[in-house]
């Protein structure tokens, strides 16, 4: 069964101080995708980044970049410079055939 | 704004009473799915429809049901309503079938409280 894992329950850092969410996934499936969304205390969720599992190009974009290893099923998020407007719930999904798997998520509080 | 509407925003009810929740996907999407997000299970997968077909099936109550209408929004029914069915819930939408082909997109969420 797939399931998803992001062991940090909470971060705090201080403004334009660089943050990495954790997240870990477990997956019988050989094409799969991964996702990161973010909920900020508004409480929509909101798209960050998606990636398949033939792709383990890690890419930036703006401040936020990922880190895909499939060698250890690891798909983690760097928010660089981090900003107070960053404040928010993260989470790390899976999907392989329709159902996504969403792991606990990451509180990351940001502080001027 | 990510284009999906959800009506109401806040529903307060009672234990053993029925609601409605009803979700309208982005303009050119054909797959609505609904999530719950609760403080004890986080966010969980519930259903999904395709063209007005359940595609995939989650965690879903036997007390719960959805469907997908032709124009496409979808509403999800939640019957003999316990206090721990209260929760966020979410629908998305993306336009394809398989969902992590497609990115979905979240609408703002209904919180329902359960009294």
Known sequence: ????????????????EDVTLDCVYETRDTTYYLFWYKQPPSGELVFLIRRNSFDEQNEISGRYSWNFQKSTSSFNFTITASQVVDSAVYFCAHDSWGKLQFGAGTQVVVTP | DSGVTQTPKHLITATGQRVTLR???RSGDLSVYWYQQSLDQGLQFLIQYYNGEERAKGNILERFSAQQFPDLHSELNLSSLELGDSALYFCASSPGELAGADTQYFGPGTRLTVL
């Open chain 2, 23 to 25: 979700c309208s996907p």
């Open chain 1, 1 to 16: 069964a797939q399931k998803v894992t992001q062991a940090q329950t909470e971060i705090s850092v201080v403004e334009k």
